[in-house]
T-cell receptor
Framework: AQSVSQHNHHVILSEAASLELGCNYS??????LFWYVQYPGQHLQLLLK??????LVKGIKGFEAEFIKSKFSFNLRKPSVQWSDTAEYFC???????????FGKGTRLSVIA | SQTIHQWPATLVQPVGSPLSLECTVE??????LYWYRQAAGRGLQLLFY??????ISSEVPQNLSASRPQDRQFILSSKKLLLSDSGFYLC??????????FGPGTRLTVT
């Protein structure tokens, strides 16, 4: 079955540490990939997306993600996190055609001073 | 502006009572509309989606239902709420294979 997996449930980092959140999907065809973020008390927001082309995509707030087709992965990275990056991060995919997003279970990031 | 409105923002209802959550979308025609439920540690569970007026696809069997009486209106309903229906309900809109945008959500507590 088509699915999205996020293996880190909760990540705790100190400010200025580097971040990498894992995301893997299971599907052999063309896939559109997304990272969403939900800051405390706020809406889900789109961080970045990959449809085609350059597999390294840059999003808002200094985030980037790399699509590695051979690994079925779309990991989210940020070189230096800030306290304001504390949030829940969701990886999601559209697997084919006009179908809904499939979400991973989310990773909670806590950044401490 | 392509804004998504959801109301109410919070709701406390007794078990067995009916439910109606409303979602309306501005600034776009013929959007795909979605209802999700978000639970801690479980991500977002797709409940229903609609590609047009009167067209509803259900993703999970449950005592909830959805309707789309107008192009930009999507309603989530129940005739009799269960305790397990408590959660955070999100409405989203999308177009084809592109990203989805989410509303502010409704926090439902069933007592």
């Amino acid at each position: 079955a088509q699915s999205v997996s996020q293996h880190n449930h909760h990540v705790i980092l100190s400010e200025a540490a580097s971040l990498e959140l894992g995301c893997n999907y299971s599907y052999g065809g063309t896939v559109n990939l997304f990272w969403y973020v939900q800051y405390p008390g706020q809406h889900l927001q789109l961080l970045l997306k990959y449809f085609s082309g350059d597999p390294l995509v840059k999003g808002i707030k200094g985030f980037e993600a790399e699509f590695i087709k051979s690994k079925f992965s779309f990991n989210l990275r940020k070189p230096s996190v800030q306290w304001s990056d504390t949030a829940e991060y969701f990886c999601a995919a559209i697997f084919s055609g006009n179908t809904p997003l499939v979400f991973g279970k989310g990773t909670r990031l806590s950044v401490i001073a | 502006s392509q804004t998504i409105h959801q109301w109410p923002a919070t709701l406390v209802q007794p078990v067995g009572s009916p439910l109606s959550l409303e979602c309306t979308v501005e600034g776009t025609s013929n959007p795909n509309l979605y209802w999700y439920r978000q639970a801690a540690g479980r991500g977002l569970q797709l409940l229903f989606y609609s590609v047009g007026i009167g067209q509803i696809s259900s993703e999970v069997p449950q005592n909830l239902s959805a309707s789309r009486p107008q192009d930009r209106q999507f309603i989530l309903s129940s005739k009799k709420l269960l305790l397990s229906d408590s959660g955070f309900y999100l409405c989203a809109r999308g177009q084809g294979t592109y990203e989805q945008y989410f509303g502010p959500g409704t926090r439902l507590t069933v007592t």
